[in-house]
């Protein structure tokens, strides 16, 4: 079974630039999550997707942070401008149906440097 | 006040010996505790999660609650080398949002 993936893998941009970051959940996990992780910290949730409607993004900075899910599959994390704070590894996860005791399965990550 | 509090670490202990890290968290109405293994680089993977008062084994691994004292705890038995990682707290309540402590950082020596 394939797991979560995610490109790029690495983006090193200047501040006040737009990047955009994929997932491609596992087949058939019907919740999808954005997770931002600073360094020396652990993963904050950014937003979160069941199928493609966002079930919470009370933690997304909506002024400079969007995302979406279409289709109920793939989703896009884009961030326009970009501060240096924004520099974290953000990682795409998903689960089977979101329910508490299903397991979160990590992609890989996109470590984003922000100069 | 953070949610999920944990000791940065790093703990460090010899091969074969139990380690025990330790979890406090603020939210009473917290329902579930999750531990994830993170290596260096790499992405968060789940050992094993736990709502129950008392403990939950899975092989090496023994996860402790004890909901009055708002205490979770993991124990790895006969640590090796490869356990050397950063673990992640976690707790979730009435959904599957989970909030992560900071994790602590676990070292084994040959």
């Known amino acids: 079974e394939a797991g979560v993936a995610q490109s790029p893998r690495y983006k090193i941009i200047e501040k006040r630039q737009s990047v955009a970051f994929w997932c491609n959940p596992i087949?058939?996990?019907?919740?999808l999550y954005w997770y931002q992780q600073i360094l020396g910290q652990g993963p904050k949730l950014l937003i979160q997707?069941?199928?493609?409607?966002?079930?919470?993004d009370s933690q997304l900075p909506k002024d400079r942070f969007s995302a979406e899910r279409l289709k109920g599959v793939d989703s896009t994390l884009k961030i326009q401008p970009a501060k240096l704070e924004d520099s974290a590894v953000y990682l795409c996860?998903?689960?089977?149906?979101?329910?508490?005791?299903?397991?979160?399965?990590f992609g890989p990550g996109t470590r984003l440097t922000v100069l | 006040q953070k949610e999920v509090e944990q000791n940065s670490g790093p703990l460090s202990v010899p091969e074969g010996a139990i380690a025990s890290l330790n979890c406090t968290y603020s939210?009473?109405?917290?329902?579930?505790f999750f531990w994830y293994r993170q290596y260096s680089g790499k992405s968060p993977e789940l050992i094993m999660f736990i709502y129950s008062n008392g403990d939950k084994e899975d092989g090496r691994f023994t996860a402790q609650l004890n909901k009055a004292s708002q205490y979770v705890s993991l124990l790895i038995r006969d640590s090796q080398p490869s356990d050397s990682a950063t673990y992640l707290c976690?707790?979730?309540?009435?959904?599957?949002?989970?909030?992560f402590g900071t994790g602590t950082r676990l070292q084994v020596f040959p």
């Open positions: 997707f069941q199928n493609n409607g966002v079930v919470d």
């Open positions: 087949s058939g996990h019907a919740t």
């Open positions: 939210d009473r109405g917290s329902q579930s």
């Open positions: 976690a707790r979730a309540r009435w959904t599957d949002k989970l909030i």
């Open positions: 996860a998903s689960s089977l149906e979101g329910r508490q005791t299903d397991t979160q399965y």
